[in-house]
């Protein structure tokens, strides 16, 4: 039916009193978006497509499908999907916010830190050059410098983001070995923070050889916020780009990340992201509603992080209440040092007074109602509470006691 035809048959319909026209008569022609979408959100899903949910005290790992979005991330994913805009000038507008907040020169939200790692990779392949960017892996001929150099303690798997570019990974150990194997291929030297106390080089002297030979630095701090400072640490220690993840502790889109750092090669990095075709990026895309979704859960966690933090310091201290007292259990709450630094409760016991392993009572309460997944070791279970629902600290605690007092 066309338009005018549309238009014409509706402007003789009734409404209190008048004459529907114009917009007011197409909105009546459509179903009402509002009892569609509150008809949609009754439905159980997961329910009825047979598939387990579960209460995550174990950790924001991809295959378990990362932390819980906040609210108000949720609300600006919703209210963001009503409108268009132009995706460049949003990306444009945004990462110049989250530069600001991160003391950064430039960022970009990206599909990932792994798809930050490979942009990055990239930008600093092509520089400012589009028709290398559109080459990209093939680099051979190109003119494109071809290696990049990481500590063999930092093989973390990862590092395949870079080789995506078509790089060749140089293997390093010592200060030595770095030295050497710099030269007129090298193209970036990479650090992955989370495996810093399993290299010899640390941040410094890596940033002080690579700033002396003129090579562009990249690291990777995925799931290393808390601490708060984190945000900017790495951008102010003198990186040349920073990769984040935007899910984790931040709780943004768990499919959403960053890249951050020096202002021309963020703008390189761009050449080969979405929307720009023929480039590897392509299908790294990231929608509107996951650029504005991090940009707010940003925001939010740098302003309350603090916050959150006694939070989850009081949800710890529940659990560890409720389980400490019974025979034989020992309690120790601690922080990781480097990577996913958050409050964790270990509960240990002796098993000749609890004559069972911790895998034994991590399936038990995985296969309760409502399932618990945590971390188990041999005599003992490990547990975080800052990607749980306020309020489920209680449940976990509840059924911990059980099981162990059960046994």
């Not at 399932?371 to 509470?385: D, F, Q, R």
């Amino acid at each position: 039916m066309k338009r005018r035809d549309l238009l014409k048959g509706l402007t003789v319909l009734p409404l209190a009193g008048g004459i529907l026209s114009g917009e007011s008569a197409a909105a009546a022609a459509l179903p009402n978006v509002a009892n569609t979408a509150a008809a949609a959100a009754k439905r159980d899903l997961f329910k009825e497509l047979g598939v387990r949910t579960f209460i995550n005290a174990r950790a924001t790992l991809t295959f378990m499908t990362g932390s819980l979005m906040q609210d108000e991330v949720l609300d600006a994913i919703k209210n963001s999907s009503r409108r268009y805009c132009m995706l460049d000038e949003l990306q444009d507008k945004v990462g110049a916010k989250i530069a600001e907040l991160c003391h950064a020169e430039a960022a970009t939200v990206t599909s990932g830190a792994f798809s930050a790692i490979m942009l990055g990779t990239a930008g600093v392949l092509s520089g400012l050059d589009a028709k290398k960017a559109a080459m990209i892996p093939h680099l051979e001929g190109s003119g494109m410098k071809t290696e990049v150099i990481l500590q063999k303690g930092h093989n973390i798997g990862y590092y395949q983001a870079m080789k995506n570019c078509g790089v060749t990974m140089v293997w390093v150990e010592t200060r030595e070995e770095l030295e050497r194997a710099i030269n007129e291929k090298t193209a970036m030297m990479a650090f992955m923070n989370c495996n810093t106390n399993s290299g010899q080089i640390k941040h410094k002297e890596w940033l002080e050889v690579a700033k002396r030979h003129n090579i562009p630095t990249l690291i990777d701090i995925a799931a290393d916020v808390p601490p708060i400072e984190n945000f900017w640490k790495f951008n102010d220690m003198g990186f040349d780009l920073v990769c984040l993840s935007g899910g984790k502790a931040i709780r943004g889109p768990q499919s959403s990340g960053v890249l951050m750092g020096r202002k021309d090669l963020i703008a390189a990095a761009r050449l080969s992201a979405s929307p720009r075709g023929s480039t590897i990026g392509r299908g790294h895309k990231v929608n509107k509603e996951e650029i504005l979704g991090l940009y707010v859960a940003i925001e939010k966690f740098i302003r309350t992080g603090e916050d959150e933090w006694n939070f989850w310091m009081k949800q710890i201290a529940h659990i560890e209440n409720a389980v400490k007292n019974i025979k034989s259990v020992k309690t120790r709450v601690f922080v990781p040092e480097l990577a996913n630094a958050t409050p964790n409760l270990e509960i240990s016991w002796d098993p000749a007074v609890i004559p069972f392993t911790g895998q034994q009572i991590q399936e038990r309460l995985s296969k309760g109602e409502p399932g618990i997944e945590l971390n188990a070791g041999k005599n003992n279970i490990s547990l975080v509470t800052f990607i749980m629902v306020p309020g489920e600290e209680k449940i976990v605690a509840s059924r911990i006691k059980e099981e162990l007092s059960k046994a």
